[in-house]
């Protein structure tokens, strides 16, 4: 057998992880936790307007 294969998947994924894909997950983990805040503001917000009427 060759070791020009990885012998799992987990070898696999660490064999053609970059840098980029490293930055890339950060910034979507970033633009998420953005978006989630953003919901729960934009909720209570609504809430608030609708307990006021």
Do not use: C
Not at 4 to 20: G, I, K, V
Not at 21 to 48: M, P
């Amino acid at each position: 057998m060759s070791d020009a294969f990885p012998h799992s998947r987990q070898d696999e994924n660490l064999a053609y992880t970059t840098a980029s894909d490293d930055a890339h997950t950060i910034l979507l983990n970033k633009v998420s936790w953005g978006a989630i805040f953003a919901g729960v503001v934009v909720a209570l917000v609504v809430q608030v307007l609708l307990t006021m009427l």
